[in-house]
């Protein structure tokens, strides 16, 4: 059996281990977060989250740490405790063992997951091994740490300066926010933040480092400050620059549609806040994040998840204006971004 390695990666302040005899899923890790491994971590400083994760080549049991007496049974291969919370689920249609600890304020948690065609799928660089190798096993348990530590929640969104102005692109999947953020750059003194999902908290965002999946059609979008980590056939992957500007407040929060022709017109906080936190609940990595993150928000009583994050974002946008933006079926990405700097000029027109 090869021997565990490990890797520490920094994201957003928190330092998170990885341990794994995997050799596939280390080498696809090191590849996606090159720029943000520890070279040298402290043996002394303890990691913020720890992931041990392994594959299982026998099929796992049904049935879940029916040994641990500490443990209550709530439901159907689920048990948890004041600090553990260990259930089976499927991922991707593969069976995972998972077993979460709170320790203090570090997580602590061990996957293991059976090892159907697995190998298989870590030598195809795909969109599935992306969400299941980083969101599930990498970007949720941050989410989850940073949203019950630090009070500040995963949004999916974009998010850019146009016009010496911040703007919040939230929307659904196809929507264009990668495209419009990467179109944003063209213009000077452009800034790009983020371009699927951000944090917040009631006051700020913040961006979230994930690599850019770019096809091959729209690489001349790429500014040569973006690094490129690996490619394909048919796409590359891109790492985009640290921010010197951590934290940001927003100027516009932009809640797009499609249109037969463009309009603009201003949104109500309140609308938009909840019309933001349902397609937030829709798009497929944000979908799957919150349905383990209420079982392991099983853990700590009373902490209601999603009643936290809709205070926050309301009194977020509380402080921006709010639109909701219609792009017209036959607007190019740069009419779009015309639109949003003039909306920042103050030139557009809306109802």
């Known amino acids: ?22 050799e596939d899923f280390m080498a696809y890790l090191k590849k996606q977060f090159l720029y943000q491994i520890i070279q040298e971590p402290s043996d002394q ?65 061990f996957v293991v997951q059976e090892e159907k065609k697995y190998r298989r799928l870590f030598k195809k660089d795909n969109d599935e091994l992306m969400r299941e190798a980083c969101y599930h096993f990498v970007y949720y348990p941050l989410f989850f740490h940073l949203q019950h530590f630090s009070g500040i929640y995963p949004l999916h969104a974009a998010a850019f300066k146009v016009s010496g102005k911040i703007f919040v692109f939230a929307g659904l999947d196809k929507m264009g926010k990668t495209t419009l953020a990467l179109q944003s750059l063209q213009r000077p003194e452009a800034l790009f933040i983020s371009d699927n999902i951000i944090f917040h908290d009631e006051k700020s965002i913040f961006p979230c480092y994930a690599p850019l999946k770019i096809s091959n059609e729209n690489r001349f979008l790429i500014p040569e400050s973006f690094r490129e980590i690996t490619r394909s056939k048919d796409r590359a992957y891109f790492s985009p620059p640290a921010s010197s500007e951590r934290e940001h407040r927003p100027d516009y929060i932009i809640v797009p549609c499609f249109s037969r022709e463009p309009f603009t017109k201003e949104m109500p906080p309140a609308v938009a806040s909840s ?13 799957e994040y919150f349905n383990a993150a209420t079982l392991w928000n099983l853990i700590i009583a009373g902490d209601v998840l999603l009643i936290k994050q809709n205070n926050a974002l309301a009194q977020l946008l509380n402080q921006a204006k709010c639109y909701h933006f219609g792009i017209g079926r036959a607007e190019t990405p740069y009419q779009t971004l015309e639109r949003l700097a003039n909306l920042a000029n103050r030139k557009e027109q809306y109802a």
Request: hydrophobic share 35%.
């Open 1 to 22: 059996m090869t021997a565990d390695q490990i890797m520490r990666i920094g994201l957003h302040d928190r330092t998170i281990e990885i341990i794994s005899s995997s």
């Open 45 to 109: 400083q303890q990691p913020d989250i720890s992931l041990h994760i392994s594959w299982s080549k026998s099929a796992l049991s049904k049935m879940v740490s029916v040994e641990k007496s500490n443990l209550r049974r709530i439901a159907t291969n689920t048990y948890i405790n004041d600090t553990q919370c260990v259930y089976m689920d499927k991922i991707n249609g593969r069976r995972t063992k998972v077993d979460l600890t709170i320790e203090g304020r570090r997580l602590r948690i």
């Open 275 to 287: 019309t933001i936190m349902n397609s937030n609940m829709l798009a497929s990595e944000m979908k």
